[in-house]
């Protein structure tokens, strides 16, 4: 069995200093506040393409930037309302995305991995992990992405094979993720640097992530799942960080997504929707909110009330 399928089947529980090293920046300017805008991109095959039926502006989430997009079925992408799109912004815990899509690469996931003091740099982490414990590494996916696990991060990056900040970086790169960068593989704030990207970066990372990892979307849309240690034993139960799986109003289903939050960052959020009609679907993304499931909410009802989508 996968990784991926063992991971699904422990997983069906029904639940329930940016500024200085980084951006180069100073704070209060980071946040001075930006205009609103919304947007049909044109593109090839203009059937597919989002029908604007309102003229209502953008909401005023109160985010530093945000992004809504639509991704068609034939894969082209449509901008629908941005703010600061292309804003370098900590990225925190969405980090973790980009850590399973390098760490999913590796052919030593069904390795068993015991942990050390080093694995573990975290004390307050939501793992519940301990020094001498021991864990198939590939099942260390579920803590990382649903109760966004720290210390499930240092362990995927230790127990890797290739230089794995190096290899974060490098996928931004192939991706030509022009405004991303990585310095640590969870998205911690730190003097060494602090992880960044946009909210435009985001969504072209969210459009490949469906087009080629779909699997990792899988795990975050699951509210909560069970994770065992090496032996079978039960270890915890893991709830996700993300309260829109169990309280979303909307029709269409949540493909998946990944919060994040810091002092610096805010909160954050990178959700995907599928679009009405199954019609392809819907990216959002906010950054340096001060509640990312608020903002969150008010962007995607925004944009199913100002678009129609095709069937």
């Not at 052919?107 to 694995?119: K, M, P, S």
């Not at 020094?131 to 099942?139: A, H, I, M, Q, Y």
């Not at 849309?221 to 240690?229: D, G, K, M, T, V």
Request: hydrophobic fraction near 50%; charged fraction near 15%; proline fraction near 5%.
């Amino acid at each position: 069995m996968n990784f991926t399928a063992r991971l699904l089947s422990l997983s069906l529980l029904p639940l329930t200093l940016v500024a200085a090293l980084v951006l180069a920046a100073d704070r209060d300017l980071l946040l001075a506040p930006a205009p609103l805008t919304a947007a049909v991109a044109a593109m090839p095959g203009a059937e597919l393409a989002p029908k604007l039926v309102s003229t209502l502006p953008p909401p005023a989430t109160g985010a530093r930037a945000f992004i809504s997009a639509y991704l068609s079925p034939r894969g082209q992408l449509t901008v629908l309302a941005t703010q600061d799109a292309n804003l370098r912004w900590p990225i925190a815990s969405i980090t973790k995305l980009f850590t399973a899509a390098v760490a999913s690469q590796e052919d030593n996931l069904n390795q068993i991995v015991t942990l050390a003091a080093e694995d573990l740099p975290e004390n307050s982490d939501s793992g519940f992990f301990h020094v001498g414990e021991s864990f198939r590494l590939g099942d260390l996916f579920l803590p990382l992405l649903l109760e966004s696990s720290n210390n499930a991060a240092t362990v995927l990056a230790n127990h890797s094979q290739v230089d794995f900040i190096q290899s974060l970086n490098n996928l931004a790169n192939k991706l030509a993720l022009h405004d991303t960068r990585f310095f640590n593989p969870h998205g911690l704030d730190s003097q060494i640097g602090v992880n960044y990207s946009s909210a435009y970066d985001l969504t072209l990372f969210a459009k490949w992530l469906l087009q080629n990892k779909s699997e990792l979307l899988a795990f975050t849309r699951l509210p909560a799942a069970i994770l065992a240690q090496a032996n079978g034993e039960f270890h915890h139960q893991i709830n996700s960080t993300n309260e829109l799986l169990l309280s979303a109003p909307w029709a269409g289903e949540i493909i998946g997504g990944k919060t994040g939050s810091t002092d610096l960052a805010g909160k954050n959020l990178l959700l995907i929707l599928r679009a009405p009609n199954q019609a392809g679907y819907l990216i959002s993304v906010v950054l340096g909110s001060s509640d990312h499931f608020t903002a969150t909410r008010e962007l995607i009802d925004w944009t199913l009330a100002s678009y129609q989508f095709a069937s």
